[in-house]
């Protein structure tokens, strides 16, 4: 799902962001003798995720049911587009990178032991978090009536 943001967050203002919330970012001269590039964003994206997630984690009282203070958090970030397929890939997007944050993070297993077994309910999440990605990546395909590609096929293929 390719979205075009027709008003991306410049390098500058990642790095301003960044360090108006107290993580400055430090660029490596001899790497990067002319300053950050393109594909720097991600990595800057990444840490402005990392700030704000961490700040939501400690909003949110896990302990209330529903979370009280999740109904601003949602009213939030859906204020920055009505769009729905906006919406959808920010959950679609969500969900990936959670999927391949759990493992990463929550795995207590030695990367480079390849015998080493992930525990069962870190590798059941991992997979849960992709099959509700797969889920709302399919919906979207059958709401916009494209029906072989929810069910993953191609017609060049017929």
């Keep these: 799902m390719g979205l075009d943001n027709v008003t991306p967050i410049s390098i500058d203002q990642m790095l301003r962001a960044l360090a108006a919330l107290g993580q400055e970012h430090v660029v490596d001269p001899e790497v990067r003798p002319n300053g950050l590039i393109k594909q720097d964003v991600p990595e800057l994206l990444g840490a402005l995720l990392g700030l704000v997630e961490t700040e939501t984690a400690t909003v949110v009282d896990p302990m209330e049911d529903p979370p009280l203070s999740l109904h601003g958090l ?13 919406h959808r890939a920010v959950l679609t997007n969500r969900l990936r990178r959670t999927t391949f944050d ?22 059941a999440a991992a997979a849960s978090t992709m099959a509700a990605a797969e889920f709302i990546d399919a919906q979207d395909h059958v709401d916009q009536d494209r ?4 069910l993953g096929e191609d017609r060049n293929d017929q």
Excluded: F, N, Y
């Design 102 to 123: 759990i493992p990463m993070i929550l795995a207590d297993v030695d990367p480079d032991d390849e015998d080493a077994a992930e525990p069962l309910g870190i590798a």
């Design 74 to 86: 949602q009213q939030g970030w859906q204020h920055t587009s009505a769009d729905r397929v906006i």
């Design 147 to 150: 029906l072989d590609q929810a």
